[in-house]
């Protein structure tokens, strides 16, 4: 079971990127994803997630200019990132629960729900 994030780089502020999310060994249909970010030092925070049925949400520092989607055909999630900030800068990870212990309706920022992570990819927003 392998998540693959990529999409990553150096954008200026006030442009965007699309990070992709892979799996291999699992599919993402019957599991909630998310999108977390850290910066060194700080804790790993959620800023977007996706349950079962499709339905999203944000942490506010994102609402509006984020967005996170799902191919179940190309078993790969997505988050389109647009007005990118200085404060965007970070490694992003993507995540998967576990459908035994995550109902159909699951979807939150709590990291430790999740189970399985990516590698993370480096975002740097900077002029």
């Known amino acids: 079971v392998q998540l693959q994030a990529s999409g990553g780089g150096l954008v200026h502020p006030g442009g965007s990127l699309r990070l992709s999310c892979g799996a291999s060994g699992f599919t993402f249909d019957y599991r909630a994803i998310g999108w977390f970010r850290q910066v060194p030092g700080k804790v790993r925070e959620g800023v977007a997630c996706?349950?079962?049925?499709?339905?999203?949400d944000y942490s506010d520092s994102v609402k509006g200019r984020f967005t996170i989607s799902r191919d179940n055909a190309k078993n790969t999630v997505y988050l389109q990132m647009n007005n990118l900030k200085p404060e965007d800068t970070a490694v992003y990870y993507c995540?998967?629960?576990?459908?035994?212990?995550?109902?159909?309706?699951?979807?939150?920022?709590?990291?430790?729900?999740?189970?399985?992570w990516g590698q993370g990819t480096q975002v740097t927003v900077s002029s």
């Open positions: 996706m349950n079962r049925y499709g339905n999203t």
């Open positions: 995540a998967a629960t576990n459908p035994y212990l995550k109902g159909p309706t699951y979807c939150a920022h709590n990291r430790d729900s999740y189970t399985n």
